[in-house]
């Protein structure tokens, strides 16, 4: 696959050097929440996951990409998922692995880039994203992408013995 290049970031396939970075980001129990995980992974299993990953999104209904710095390293994950051909339509998720690189437009730019694809390349007439109410930089992200929310679902995701609403919005082209 070509690099899906941004303004300041490229989305690029997997590769097996991205094993330790894939162990470091599914592993971190910070994301847990937003990932349903609720179990680590192993190398060997991330490892599997690694030498599948080049299989077609019509196949296995899903994307997912790195977002590198233009000086090429990694800084996180952007999926598509549920991708649903007949209905033209996928979710979108994204995950900043580094802290001190959120809020710099890393993800505005690659989200951009990757609905840009998808609109252009896949034919997808919408892309549709799930965010936890609280997350206010995510819901300020999509929105200023152009999303729009379309509903709440209640009491959607048990975190820390509470529950939380997740948002859900759409993008249509």
Known sequence: MQHLKGENIYLRALEMSDLDFLYALENNTNLWEISGTITPYSKQ???????????????VKQLRLCVCATN????????????????KRAGLGI???????????????????LCN?????LGLHQIFVNVLEDNLASLHLFKKIGFTQV?????WVLSEGKFKNEVLLQKIN
């Open 151 to 155: 509903g709440v679902k209640k009491d």
């Open 45 to 59: 299993v991330l490892r599997l996951y690694l030498e599948n990953s080049y299989k077609d999104i019509y196949e």
């Open 117 to 121: 694809y998808a609109f252009s390349t």
């Open 72 to 87: 090429n390293t990694v800084l996180g994950l952007i999926d598509l998922f549920d991708f649903d051909p007949k209905n």
């Open 95 to 113: 995950v900043i692995l580094q802290e001190e690189e959120r809020n710099k437009g890393v993800g505005f730019d690659a989200v951009k880039t």
